[in-house]
């Protein structure tokens, strides 16, 4: 059985100390009036993904090419945001095999796209060196890091067609694992 209700009235706080037994009245919980017992609950099916932050999907993203990117414009393709730096060595190892991933892949909806937080000049002048072909966004201040709680690098962020963050991964990966 399954209680429903539309609102909690109240809610008791009391203290208890650490290591202590807890009293079976500290786990007490009257229903409010109104509330009702149901036989079943329908509840949608788990997607395994949880929703983007309103401020990513509204942020604006300029590439190193000046091209706009809006997250929210991408939805129906998976996008792989790859979160790096030009001093990061993993970052740099892991790149020749997101563009394999980009060329094998972009026909079929995957979208991969860098995040940079430095300097444009120095991703650049960097990226002069490479024969990459997926697009770099600026992130100018860091926001969109921020938004996506990194603090270490390099760090993949999946985000399916339904615009929904299904992985997050730090660290150098392996082909297999990316595949």
């Given at each position: 059985?399954?209680l ?32 009702r017992?149901?036989d ?36 129906g ?26 060329l ?29 072909t ?6 100018n ?31 150098l990966q ?6």
């Amino acid at each position: 059985k399954t209680l429903l209700c539309d609102a909690v009235d109240e809610l008791k706080l009391s203290s208890f100390h650490i290591n202590e037994a807890l009293p079976d009245s500290a786990l007490q919980f009257d229903p409010p009036r109104g509330t009702r017992m149901a036989d079943s609950l329908n509840l949608p099916d788990s997607d395994n993904g949880f929703a983007l932050p309103a401020a990513v999907e509204q942020m604006p993203l300029m590439s190193l090419q000046g091209q706009r990117f809006s997250i929210t414009e991408m939805r129906g393709s998976v996008l792989l945001l790859d979160f790096w730096a030009t001093w990061c060595v993993p970052c740099r190892k892991g790149m020749a095999l997101l563009e394999e991933m980009h060329l094998r892949y972009k026909d079929k909806g995957l979208i991969v796209a860098g995040v940079n937080q430095e300097p444009e000049r120095l991703q650049t002048d960097f990226l002069e060196k490479k024969n990459l072909t997926y697009p770099m966004l600026l992130d100018n201040g860091g926001m969109l890091t921020r938004q996506f709680r990194v603090v270490e690098l390099p760090v993949l962020v999946v985000i399916d067609r339904r615009g929904r963050i299904v992985e997050i991964e730090k660290g150098l990966q392996k082909k297999d694992d990316l595949e």
